[in-house]
């Protein structure tokens, strides 16, 4: 199984700044099969990024994700009102899928 | 515009049965993986089961095994989890979720398992 392990596991920051949140496997995660998704209070979880770097339709350019084999990031270049949200990354390369534990992001 | 629709869930004893359904809608379902994402209160998201188109390859976290079962029924565009023996800590929102990344989700369905 991959684990996937998040830091920040909160992150602090006001609108217009930058967010940067890291994504560590346990081992490589082949094929760059690394996603991201984002979850506001209340709601179902929404897919921002796949295959590592590919946004989902409809998500804005201020949302990027990078990285390989066992090191990820995704970074929201100005953070709007709406980005205040729990952030988690997961791995689709084998079975299970699994998921890291999530980052919060809440406003200074 | 895809939605994804799940249903059936509710309170239910230790040791008890539950049937959750999953109406797919606005997109071509024979041609998709499909999975159960499940959260419990207050925490992360957790993996639960997928299959595949036709049902040949069906998958479900050791946490499950032997007591979950995922199936779908292509004719009626609709996927599901038969959940037997469940215990306290299936207790959860549980969501059916498209493909590998996935990229689509639906609202959840509330299962809680409490005497």
């Known amino acids: 199984e991959i684990v996937l392990t998040q830091s920040p596991g909160t992150l602090s920051l006001s609108p217009g700044e930058r967010a940067t949140v890291s994504c560590r496997a346990s081992q490589s995660v082949t094929s760059n099969s690394l996603a991201w998704h984002q979850q506001r209070p209340g709601q179902a979880p929404r897919l921002l990024i796949y295959?590592?770097?590919t946004r989902a339709t409809g998500i804005p350019d201020r949302f990027s994700g990078s990285g390989s084999g066992t090191d990820f990031t995704l970074i929201i270049s100005r953070l709007e009102p709406e980005d205040f949200a729990v952030y988690y990354c997961?791995?689709?390369?084998?079975?299970?899928?699994?998921f890291g534990q999530g980052t919060r992001l809440e406003i200074k | 515009e895809v939605q994804l629709v799940e249903s059936g869930g509710g309170l239910v004893q230790p040791g008890g049965s539950l049937r959750l359904s999953c109406g797919a809608y606005?997109?071509?379902?024979?041609?998709?993986?499909m999975n159960w994402v499940r959260q419990a209160p207050g925490k992360g998201l957790e993996w639960v089961a997928n299959i595949n188109e036709d049902e040949t390859e069906k998958y479900y976290v050791d946490s499950v095994k032997g007591r979950f079962t995922i199936s779908r029924d292509n004719a009626k565009n609709s996927l599901y989890l038969q959940m037997n023996s469940l215990k306290v800590d299936d207790t959860a929102v549980y969501y059916c979720a498209r493909g590998f990344g996935p990229d689509h989700w639906g609202p959840g369905t509330l299962v809680t398992v409490s005497s």
């Open positions: 997961q791995q689709y390369a084998g079975s299970p899928i699994t």
């Open positions: 606005g997109f071509t379902f024979t041609s998709q993986w």
């Open positions: 295959d590592t770097s």
